[in-house]
C-alpha cells in the first residue's frame, strides 16, 4: 500500500492545468446553447401552442394532452438539430441523486422490413413508466407492485447532455403517491404562492402570483483523483475516517478568498461553461476556508428551477472533475479537525409585479408589506423549528451542525440589531384595545419609513445562525453540502404558507370587528412579534451560553440524527403537510422510515471501512513496523556497552510499547463493533436500528481514529499505506 501511496503523490504532482478553451468569449453566446427553453419554444412551437405552454409554465395551468403531441415534436427537433439519440425522465427519487432511464428516439415501422423512424410524442413526453422498483419507497408499496410513473414538469425546461435529451419530472407510485423530492416541493410552492397572494391583496391589488426563489452556496473540496483512488474510505464512504492533522490545516486563513490554484481554476472555468450551457446561472466562486475546499453561487431563481439546477450542477461536478483529473468531494466532512461544507438557501419571495416581498422599500407602505412577511416567516419558523432542524439532518450534516464552523443544532433566528429595535418599538407602540392616535400612528410610519436607510447601513450577517436575515432574505445555513435542496425547501415554504394563511384569517377576523386594515394588520403582527420573539437571537450560536439559553427559551436542542428524524413522524408534522395539501400521512411516514434507513445504512457501511481499513491496512503496518523495531533493539545488544544499549534501546521500546497498546485498542474495539452491528442488524424497527448505530456504533469510530491517528504519527512514514492530510489538502 505504501507503494501505491507514493505513486499517488507522485502523479498529483505531476499534474499540469488542463487547457479550457470556451466556446465564445461572451457568455451571452452560448448561455442556454442545450436547453429547451422559452427562447427555443417560441422558434420551434407553432405560437399558440407555445402560448399555452407558457401559460403553464407562468400560471401553474396544466398543458392539455391534445397539444402535447406538438410539443413534443418540437422538442424532438430542436434535439435532433443538436446530434441527440436518446431522450430520458430526469427525476429524483429519494437517494438524494437524480435518476435516468433512456430511450432511443427511433421506432420500427409496422410491416416493413428493417425500417425504423424516429418518434418521439405527446404520450413519451408526459408520461414514462419506469419499474426502479429498487428504488426507496418507505414501504409504499411492495417489491412485486414495482410499477411507478414519471411526469412531465412543464416548469422546469428540457435540456441535453451529450447525446440525451433530459425532461425534468416528478415520481410517483401506481396509486398516486410521491416517490421522490419534487411532487411536494410543486405542491408547498404552490401552496405558498397562493398564501402570498392573498396577503399580498392588503396591500397592493395587481399582484396575481408570488414565486419562492431560491440562491444557493455549493461548497465542496477537491482532491487529485490518484490521492482519491488510494484512500478507500474516500472511494467508499465520500469522508476519510482517519488521518491526523497536519502541521499547518487553516489556522492562518491563508486560503480563504486567496489566489485560486491553478488546476482548480482550469477545473472551474470548464465547470461553469458546461453551466451556462445548460442555463445554470453560476456566478461566483473563490476559495472556502479549509485548504482545497471551494465554493460557487448562482444567481437567484424560481425555487423549483433552483433545486433542479443545484441537482444537474452537482452531477456536472463530478464529470468535469473527472477530465480534470480530480474528484469532487461533496461529503459534509470528509476531513476531521478543518472546515466542512454546507449549502447555504438563501430564502425569498417575489411577487409578478417586480417585488421582492423580503426586502424593504421606500416608503412606510411598502415597508409594512416587508414587515409582514418578515415577521410571519420568523413566527413560521418559531413554531417549526424541530421540523426546519429535522429537514437537514442526515449522517454528514451530524459531523457539522453544531462545530464552530456551523450552525449548532439548535434552530433560531438572526435579524440584526436595527430590526431588533424596530420589532421592539412595534410592540411598544400598537395597542390591543384601542386605535393608534394621529401622533402615534405618525410616529410609527416614520419609523417603518426608515428601514431602507438602516437596513443598508447596518444589518450584519451573523455565521453563527442556522436561519439568518441578510437584508433581503433569510439565508438557510445549516443545509448540508451533499443535500437536495428540496427537502428543506418543502418544510421552509409550507410552513411559511401555513404561517400566511392563518395571519390572513386572523387579520380579517380584527377587520370584521371594525378595526381598520392597517391596525389589523399591526396588531397581528404585534402579537407574532412578542409569540416568536424566544427564536430571535443575535449573538454567539456557537458558544455553550447559547445552549443554556435556548434551553431556558424552550427551544429544541436535537443533536443527533435519529433524535431528530422523529419530527418528521410527528402528529404535528403529519397534520401540517395533511392540512397545506403537500403530502399524506402515508407520504410524510414513508420518508421518515427512508430516512432512518439512509442513515442506518451509511454509518453501517463506514463501520465496514473503519473495520476493513484497521485489520488489513493499518494493524499489519504497525505490527511489521513494530516487529523491525524489536529486531533494531536485538541488533544493537550486540554492538554496544550495556550503559550504551539500555540508553538505545529504552526509546525504541517506549515506541514498541505505544504500538501494542494502541494496536490492542485498535483491534478489541473493531471486534466490539462487528458485534454489536450483528446484534442491531437483527433490530426490526428503523427508528431503533438507526438509534443504536448512532449511539453505540458510530461512538467506536472515535476511539478506533485517536489510536490510528497516533499510529500514523509512529510509524515510519516510508511504509505508512494511506495518503496523509498532508498530500490530500495542499496538493493542487
Not at 419571495?349 to 417585488?355: E, N, R, S, Y
Not at 404561517?499 to 381598520?516: C, E, N, S
Not at 533494531?632 to 550504551?644: A, C, P
Not at 471486534?671 to 456504533?697: F, G, Q
Amino acid at each position: 500500500m505504501a507503494t501505491i501511496r507514493f505513486k499517488a503523490i507522485e502523479a498529483a504532482m505531476s499534474r499540469t492545468p488542463r487547457e479550457v478553451i470556451a466556446p465564445s468569449p461572451k457568455i451571452s453566446d452560448y448561455y442556454g446553447i442545450n436547453v429547451f427553453d422559452k427562447k427555443a419554444m417560441a422558434e420551434y412551437m407553432p405560437k399558440d401552442i407555445y402560448s399555452q405552454v407558457l401559460d403553464a409554465i407562468n400560471n401553474g395551468k396544466q398543458v392539455e394532452r391534445k397539444i402535447t403531441d406538438a410539443v413534443a415534436s418540437s422538442m424532438k427537433a430542436w434535439a435532433m438539430e443538436k446530434q441527440v439519440t436518446h431522450y430520458t425522465h430526469w427525476f429524483q427519487p429519494l437517494t438524494g441523486t437524480t435518476a435516468e432511464k433512456h430511450d432511443a428516439f427511433f421506432e420500427p415501422v409496422p410491416l416493413s422490413d428493417n425500417n425504423v423512424i424516429e418518434r418521439f410524442d405527446g404520450s413519451q413526453l408526459v408520461q414514462q413508466e419506469p419499474d426502479a422498483s429498487s428504488l426507496p419507497h418507505g414501504g409504499i408499496r411492495n417489491t412485486f407492485e414495482a410499477r411507478g410513473y414519471t411526469a412531465w414538469d412543464p416548469s422546469s425546461p428540457a435540456f441535453v447532455i451529450g447525446k440525451t435529451l433530459c425532461i425534468p419530472t416528478i415520481y410517483i407510485s401506481y396509486t398516486g403517491e410521491a416517490l421522490d423530492y419534487k411532487t411536494p416541493l410543486l405542491k408547498a410552492l404552490n401552496a405558498v404562492d397562493q398564501a402570498a397572494v392573498d396577503v399580498c391583496q392588503y396591500f397592493d391589488k395587481n399582484v396575481k402570483k408570488v414565486n419562492a426563489t431560491l440562491g444557493w452556496e455549493q461548497e465542496y473540496f477537491l482532491v487529485d483523483k490518484a490521492l482519491f483512488a488510494a484512500r478507500p474510505d474516500l472511494v467508499l464512504t465520500g469522508r476519510t475516517v482517519f488521518g491526523h492533522s497536519p502541521a499547518k490545516g487553516q489556522e492562518l486563513d491563508d486560503h480563504y478568498f486567496g489566489s485560486i490554484p491553478e488546476r482548480a481554476n482550469a477545473f472551474m472555468n470548464e465547470l461553469e461553461i458546461e453551466c451556462m450551457k445548460l442555463g445554470i446561472p453560476v456566478k461566483t466562486r473563490h476559495n472556502e476556508v479549509a485548504p482545497n475546499q471551494f465554493e460557487c453561487a448562482p444567481v437567484y431563481e424560481e425555487t423549483n428551477l433552483a433545486v433542479d439546477h443545484n441537482q444537474l450542477l452537482m452531477d456536472i461536478m463530478d464529470k468535469v472533475a473527472r477530465k480534470h483529473n480530480m474528484r469532487v468531494l461533496l461529503h459534509e466532512k470528509p476531513y476531521a479537525n478543518v472546515n466542512g461544507s454546507g449549502k447555504h438557501n438563501n430564502w425569498s419571495l417575489a411577487t409578478d409585479t417586480g417585488v421582492n416581498l423580503l426586502s424593504p422599500g421606500k416608503n412606510p407602505k411598502s415597508n409594512m408589506q416587508f414587515l409582514t412577511f418578515l415577521i410571519n416567516t420568523i413566527k413560521a419558523v418559531y413554531d417549526n423549528e424541530r421540523l426546519l432542524r429535522a429537514a437537514i439532518a442526515t449522517a454528514g450534516n451530524e459531523h457539522r451542525l453544531g462545530a464552530n464552523e456551523a450552525p449548532p443544532a439548535i434552530v433560531s433566528v438572526f435579524i440584526g440589531t436595527e430590526l431588533t429595535k424596530m420589532l421592539d418599538e412595534l410592540v411598544s407602540k400598537v395597542k390591543d384595545d384601542k386605535a393608534l392616535t394621529a401622533d402615534e400612528k405618525t410616529e410609527l410610519k416614520l419609523n417603518i419609513g426608515k428601514i431602507p436607510e438602516i437596513l443598508l447601513d447596518n444589518t450584519d450577517r451573523n455565521r453563527t445562525s442556522p436561519f439568518a436575515f441578510t437584508g433581503n432574505k433569510f439565508e438557510y445555513r445549516a443545509v448540508g453540502s451533499s443535500a437536495n435542496c428540496s427537502s428543506a425547501m418543502t418544510i421552509l415554504n409550507t410552513i411559511v404558507a401555513k404561517q400566511l394563511r392563518q395571519f390572513k384569517k386572523d387579520v380579517d377576523a380584527q377587520i370584521k370587528k371594525g378595526v381598520k386594515k392597517d391596525e389589523a394588520i399591526l396588531r397581528i403582527l404585534k402579537k407574532y412579534t412578542i409569540a416568536s420573539k424566544n427564536i430571535r437571537f443575535e449573538g454567539n450560536g456557537y458558544g455553550e451560553e447559547w445552549v443554556k439559553e435556548a434551553a431556558k427559551r424552550g427551544l429544541s436542542h436535537l443533536r443527533t440524527t435519529p433524535e431528530a428524524l422523529t419530527e418528521l413522524g410527528s402528529k404535528q408534522t403529519v397534520s401540517l403537510f395533511e392540512e397545506i395539501g403537500v403530502m399524506t400521512k402515508r407520504e410524510v411516514m414513508a420518508r421518515q422510515e427512508i430516512a432512518y434507513e439512509l442513515y442506518t445504512n451509511l454509518i453501517r457501511i463506514e463501520a465496514r471501512v473503519v473495520g476493513d481499513l484497521a485489520q488489513n491496512h493499518i494493524l499489519p503496518i504497525a505490527l511489521k513496523y513494530q516487529n523491525q523495531l524489536i529486531r533494531n533493539v536485538q541488533g544493537l545488544k550486540s554492538i554496544l556497552s550495556d550503559s550504551e544499549f539500555k540508553e538505545s534501546a529504552n526509546v525504541q521500546l517506549e515506541m514498541i510499547k505505544n504500538i501494542s497498546r494502541h494496536v490492542k485498542v485498535v483491534k478489541e474495539t473493531v471486534e466490539k463493533m462487528i458485534d454489536e452491528r450483528r446484534r442491531i442488524n437483527k433490530l426490526t424497527d428503523p427508528k431503533e436500528r438507526a438509534s443504536e448505530y448512532c449511539d453505540v456504533v458510530k461512538p467506536m469510530f472515535d476511539i478506533i481514529r485517536y489510536s490510528v491517528d497516533k499510529l500514523e504519527l509512529t510509524v515510519d512514514d516510508e511504509i505508512w499505506p494511506l495518503p496523509k492530510y498532508r498530500e490530500l489538502l495542499f496538493n493542487h
